[in-house]
């Protein structure tokens, strides 16, 4: 039997200084130049891993070249973010196995799931039991996945499907408000799932953090990961300086 839980990216994510920055890429929105030009640059400026998918225009061909690409120039790991079973590439180090708890069609909760991991299994890819919650405005994720999300408002909400996700076992939790979102998840949602669970589950978020501010709010609320997408595209200047406020 292959060892899935390797640990390797596991422990590396729960070992480094919190909080971490996760750099996106969508291999739909940019080519292989820019995505090595940008991922080095980033690199060089502390981001602690890349995630590659994206909702459309995902092939597994596309993804192996970008990371066969950019992992000649970075050494951190590189982990998938699939919007469907597209989005599995052997090159990868770990995968997000992620299920879209609040969507209404049973596809995005487990039947992708379902199909994917037998392919997963054969490229003995590492697996990070992935909660996958939107809250907001959802974005193409949103859409795609049939999401119900949840209301700006309603906090409680988004913390009781973070609870359920623990006691299902999964370990990491990712609340998304969408690419491109005008706003970001409400901190208080990551405040008060760190608060209930602390370091048993490892907190992603991301979705419209476009500047240092937005970022900072998700870090003083406690989030282990920020990711950032759309503003790396737009303006990378502005993405080191994000790197920058993460840090400290
Ligand atoms: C989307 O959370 C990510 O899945 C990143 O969102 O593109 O808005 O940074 P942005």
């Known amino acids: 039997m292959k060892k899935l839980r390797k640990l390797k990216v596991h422990e590396y994510l729960k070992s480094k200084k919190k909080p971490l920055h996760f750099t996106l890429i969508d291999p739909e929105k940019t080519n292989k130049n820019e995505v090595v030009k940008y991922a080095t640059l980033l690199y060089d400026h502390g981001t602690d891993a890349i995630l590659i998918g994206g909702s459309t225009g995902v092939t597994e061909r596309k993804i192996d070249d970008i990371i066969v690409e950019i992992r000649k120039r970075i050494d951190i790991p590189i982990i998938l973010f699939p919007g469907n079973i597209s989005g599995i590439s052997r090159e990868a180090d770990a995968i997000l196995f992620m299920s879209l708890l609040n969507s209404e069609n049973p596809y995005f909760i487990i039947g992708a799931q379902v199909l994917g991991a037998p392919i997963v299994y054969e490229y003995g890819i590492e697996v990070l039991p992935t909660a996958y919650i939107i809250v907001g405005y959802g974005g193409a994720a949103g859409y795609i996945g049939h999401a119900r999300p949840i209301p700006w408002d309603k906090p409680e909400i988004a913390v009781a499907y973070a609870l359920a996700a623990y ?79 993460i840090k400290g």
Not at 235 to 243: L, N, S, T, V, Y
């Open 167 to 245: 006691m299902l076992g999964m370990e990491y939790i990712y609340f998304e408000a969408g690419s491109g979102s005008p706003k970001i998840v409400p901190p208080i949602i990551v405040k008060k799932t760190k608060e209930l669970l602390g370091d048993q589950v490892f907190i992603i978020t991301g979705g419209g953090v476009n500047n240092e501010e937005k970022a900072k709010q998700l870090v003083e609320a406690g989030a282990d990961a920020i990711v950032t997408g759309t503003i790396v595209e737009q303006d990378i200047e502005k993405a080191i300086r994000i790197i920058k406020a």
